[in-house]
């Protein structure tokens, strides 16, 4: 799919700009009263980066203020992650948070951080599935054939994952706990790669994020058999979900807004409704699904929720593997 980020933060601006508010003012002054640092910590291009160029807009129209986006990619998102904790809790720095953050809680031993106590949540933003994908020449159609010839044929599948300890890595590591099967591991330094070797044979299976996926499968090129949230993808709407397989099974590559411990909450109230109303607008709604991937508003509360249980989701899964990080 063919991703042109400036036609996205121009649609974006333009649907947006007829319906923004005026910042609200407190006690110290109004917020914000000068641009907004958006820190990510991936680089260009991703689904990260492209979540929060369709958002900025709609987020500066409404407050008055520019919010700045900067890639600051390394250390599988921790770098970016101590930049924004550390920094002042003022509502001015800001991290666009993801699953990885709830997963490198319990893969890391010595973060400089911890994230649930020293973040403070703000907005969900999306929600994006990963599809389960094999190669054309493994023999199932389905979630219940692929089970049933991974478990008669073990360590004959290799699977695919974006690298030791990726959202991809354990969505493998819980679909092989949960289904009783046995797969080889091979990982690889990020999803292109490993989508490159899933369609040229060398592996056979890979939970990969959907947007890139979709052209080889609509192409016969490679397999889908379900997707990893709880709902349907909007991208890919005829696949059914693995917990119609596996009930319980769902993994979510969600997204969100966080800033350092004690960001003040009418700060925290301003920006969360402001994503919320961005969130609503068709326009963002639309380029959204054409990516495969769903807007989630709510509160604060649900945002921190959501992280604290993917926490501890993921550190039981971890655990029961031993996954550590690659040295």
């Not at 926490?311 to 971890?318: G, L, R």
Request: net charge neutral.
């Amino acid at each position: 799919m063919d991703l042109d980020r400036r036609q996205i933060i121009h649609t974006g601006a333009a649907a947006l700009a007829a319906s923004f508010c005026p910042a609200v003012a407190f006690a110290d002054g109004p917020y914000p009263s000068r641009p907004v640092r958006l820190v990510l910590g991936f680089p260009a291009g991703g689904l990260s980066d492209i979540a929060a160029r369709l958002i900025v807009p709609g987020l500066g129209a409404r407050l008055g203020e520019p919010f700045v986006v900067e890639n600051k990619p390394g250390a599988v998102t921790n770098i970016a992650t101590e930049t924004v904790l550390r920094s002042p809790a003022d509502g001015y720095t800001l991290l666009m948070a993801t699953v990885l953050n709830a997963i490198n809680t319990s893969v890391y031993d010595r973060l400089p951080f911890d994230f649930l106590r020293d973040a403070t949540p703000i907005a969900s933003i999306l929600d994006a599935a990963f599809v389960l994908e094999v190669h054309p020449s493994v023999p199932a159609r389905t979630v219940a054939e692929l089970v049933a010839y991974a478990q008669a044929n073990p360590l004959k599948l290799a699977v695919a994952s974006a690298g030791i300890g990726s959202p991809e890595h354990v969505a493998s590591e819980l679909f092989k706990m949960m289904a009783g099967v046995n797969m080889l591991h091979v990982s690889y330094k990020g999803s292109a790669p490993a989508l490159n070797d899933l369609v040229g044979g060398q592996v056979q299976v890979y939970f990969g994020p959907v947007a890139p996926s979709i052209d080889f499968i609509k192409s016969g090129r490679l397999r889908a058999l379900a997707v990893t949230t709880s709902r349907r993808s909007p991208a890919l709407p005829e696949l059914p979900t693995l917990a119609e397989f596996l009930p319980g099974f769902e993994v979510s590559a969600w997204h969100g807004l966080v800033g350092p411990r004690n960001v003040p909450a009418s700060v925290v109230d301003v920006l969360n409704k402001s994503v919320n109303e961005t969130l609503s607008d068709l326009a963002v709604q639309a380029r959204f699904a054409e990516l495969g991937i769903t807007p989630v508003t709510g509160s604060p509360e649900a945002f921190r929720q959501l992280i604290a249980r993917d926490t501890e989701k993921w550190a039981k899964v971890v655990k029961a593997v031993g996954i550590k990080p690659e040295s």
